[in-house]
Each structure stands twice: as C-alpha cells, then as structure tokens.
C-alpha cells in the first residue's frame, strides 16, 4: 500500500539605526598616537577572546547567560581567561590606553567599510588589553603610580566603547547572543550606555525574545525617552508583541477548535455503534482522517471515514480520502476500475468480491451496493481511522479466503 508520507511543518536581518548622535559608532576621544600604534605583526599576534568572556570571574560563559535571562544587564563578577593572562606577556609600544584606543580606531574604519568581521577582531584585540587592566584594578592589584584617575576613567570609557562597537558588529553578523553579552559587559562598567542597551534590546528582538528586548529598551529610554533609534525599537517590540499574541490566539482556537471536533466525531461514533482501534503506529495521512460532513461542527452532519482498498491477489492498493457512511462500495469501485495494471481485466464491478476483517479476526463479505454506515455498525471495527476492504476477483476469492484463516490461525496458535 503507497501512502503518501507527509511531515508537519525570521528573523530578517536587522538593519542599525543610527545612535542617538546620529553615528553608528562609539565616538569617545581616543589618546592615541600613530608612531605609538602597534604594528600589523604584533596585532596579528593578538588572542582571540570569545565574547562575554573578557569581564567574567569565577563563572562560565553557560553560568553568565543563565545569570543574563533573570537580570541582562547587571553582572557584577569577572572571569580569569587564559588568553588573558597570556596578552599580559605580551610586550606593546605604548600605554593600554593608547593601544587599545587604536585597535579602536582601527574597527571603525572595517566598521565604516562594513568589514563587520575584520572590525570585531579590532575590537576584540583592544578589549583584550583594556580588559586586563580592568581585572588588575578588581583583583585590587597594586595600581601603577603613573596613572591618573582620569587615564583610569579614560581607560574604562574606552572599553565600554569596544563593547558596545563589537556589540554592533555581532548585530550585523547575526551573532545574537554574543551582541547581549557584550552590551551586559559594557552595561556593568557603565549603566547609563544607552547604545548598549538599543543593541541588547534589537537582538533580543531578532530571537523572539520579547520580554527581555522590552526590558532591556525600557531601560534605555529610562536614561533618553527621546531617543528615536528606542523609540522605533519600542514600536517594533510592540508590533511583534502584538504578532505573537494574535499568533497564540489563534493556534489556542484552532486547538479548541480541533478538541470539539475530535469529540463530535466521537460522540457520533458512539451513537452509531461504530467500534474503533488505535495502534502504536497509525500511518501518516496528511489531512485524512473521520470528520462530520459537509459542516465539522454540526453534529447533524455525516462521518466520513478514509479507506483503503487492498487487492491482495496482486499486492496493489487504493486509496480513498473520503468515505461517506451513505456511500457504497459501487459508488468508489465505479470510479477506480479499470485499475492501471490490471492487464487480464479481472478487476471489474460486477467480477469481484469485497471482504472486511471482523473484531475476532475473521471475515465478513461485504456488498458492493450496502451502505458504509451498515457495514461498520456490525462486527467490524475501525483501525487507525482508515476503514480497509479487501477486493478480490471471484475466480480468486475462495481461495485467498482460505489462506488467511489459515494464517489467522497459525498465529492464534503461535501466540
């Protein structure tokens, strides 16, 4: 038997508003000095951090973002990294500060070219080294008397910057969860970044993750309520708010609906005295199945059953999608016959016999002009919502008739 086997079954990219400013960038003033620049070969020996790791202590990456889904944007704990402490052996011409100023510098030139990857390694390179003086500062490690607290300031507004600018290139390259994680860092050092919380709140977006995109652009506007990349933010948390809520509505009534439909045909079955079957493995039948027709909801309408007619002398099959209780067997056979590979012409209306399997497993002859409802209401039952009917040319009925209670009763004995 040919059942057909069918299987049930965006975020688009986001395009970035501009900031507050009108820039797509962090623009903090960078001390930086070209004969001070670290050289391509030292930038190239620079680590590779993986996001939200650099400005962790003592959890993983795992541990931050179960911390992340309860409260986004307050993580108070930093992380020893080994790549860390290897860039501390590193030697650099210049102060972190004017380092990692470049490294910045150099992002938002990849950034302005929409080299969103050769930007995020920059940036990525001046966190590393940012970041290591952040952590000595926390570790409560001895500070160097050169610097002042405003290098020190300084320092810190420059690493929010490289956050908050990697932030927007994991934005552009669909790296979502990575985007979050570095406004939650940036967010820790300075809570009052409204850039970082506009990025948290369009990569929350862009998973579904609605709640925390409301809280985290709530938060934004808290700090800027004119602020009019939030503001279009806020309108489309709103409007894929009200997306999913009337998705949710509609799938709850189509359950229901689905619920009181199943229970009519039951109801129905019942008072037709129609027996049925499940088994471990029902077929697949795409939309198939019993329903009340033509009206699913009127409980005056007909059952109509799906069928399945087996020609077992030649190990063929059809199959009916809708088999109406007032129809016969001559109603659907009239249409089938002749059948495609029926070369001696033995299937025809009037030259075959037709057979149901009863409750106790034997045979009942069914007739080609009594109605379905007469047939199942008698000792037959319904397996798997697919009434099935064997059809057989009479030359070769009495004997096919024999052969399956021979094999119904080897199995009776083998059991």
Same mark, same amino acid.
């Given at each position: ?60 990456? $795992? #541990?931050?973002?179960?911390?992340? %889904? ?17 860039? %501390? ?14 490294? &910045? ?28 003086? #952040? ?17 020190? #300031? ?69 700090? $800027? ?17 009200? #997306? ?21 045909? %039951? ?30 909801? $009127? ?65 009942? %002859? ?29 030359? &070769? ?19």
């Amino acid at each position: 038997m040919n059942v057909e086997e069918i299987s049930d079954e965006v975020a688009d990219r986001l395009n970035i508003s501009q900031g507050e400013d009108g820039k797509s960038l962090s623009q903090e003033p960078a001390q930086s000095s070209s004969q001070n620049a670290p050289s391509p070969a030292s930038a190239a020996m620079l680590p590779e951090l993986s996001p939200g790791r650099a400005m962790t202590e003592k959890k993983t990456v $795992d #541990e931050v973002v179960a911390e992340l %889904k309860k409260t986004p944007f307050f993580m108070t704990e930093l992380e020893e990294n080994d790549d860390t402490e290897a860039l %501390k052996a590193l030697a650099y011409e210049g102060t972190p500060l004017e380092v990692g100023s470049e490294f &910045k510098d150099r992002g938002n030139e990849c950034f302005r070219a929409k080299r969103w990857a050769d930007a995020k390694e920059f940036y990525t390179k001046g966190i590393l080294v940012l970041a290591a003086e #952040e952590r000595k500062r926390v570790k409560g490690e001895r500070p160097d008397p050169t610097i002042t607290e405003d290098e020190v #300031e300084a320092q810190r507004s420059a690493l929010v910057a490289l956050y908050v600018n990697r932030a927007a290139c994991h934005l552009e390259l669909r790296n979502y969860r990575s985007c979050w994680l570095d406004c939650a860092a940036a967010l820790r050092l300075d809570d009052t970044n409204v850039k970082a919380y506009y990025r948290s709140a369009r990569a929350f977006l862009a998973v579904g993750r609605i709640a925390e995109a409301d809280d985290a652009c709530a938060r934004g506007l808290a700090l $800027d309520e004119a602020n009019k990349p939030l503001r279009g933010v806020a309108q489309d948390i709103v409007k894929r708010h009200e #997306e999913v809520t009337a998705k949710q509505r509609a799938e709850s009534e189509r359950v229901a609906r689905e619920k009181r439909r199943q229970t009519l045909v %039951k109801v129905s079955l019942k008072a037709r005295n129609i027996r049925t079957r499940t088994t471990a493995q029902p077929p697949e039948m795409e939309d198939a199945g019993m329903k009340l027709v033509p009206d699913p909801d $009127d409980p005056r309408s007909s059952l109509s059953f799906p069928a399945v007619l087996l020609y077992p002398a030649h190990l063929q099959s059809d199959f009916v999608k809708a088999f109406a209780e007032m129809e016969t067997l001559a109603d659907h056979l009239a249409y089938v016959f002749p059948l495609p590979w029926d070369a001696a012409r033995e299937y025809t209306l009037g030259g075959v016999e037709c057979y149901m399997e009863t409750l106790t497993g034997g045979l009942v %002859k069914v007739g080609k002009k009594v109605p379905l409802l007469k047939v199942l209401s008698g000792n037959v039952e319904v397996v798997d919502e697919v009434v099935r009917i064997f059809v057989l040319p009479k030359a &070769k009925a009495a004997a096919w008739v024999e052969e399956f209670k021979m094999k119904k009763a080897a199995e009776k004995g083998a059991g």
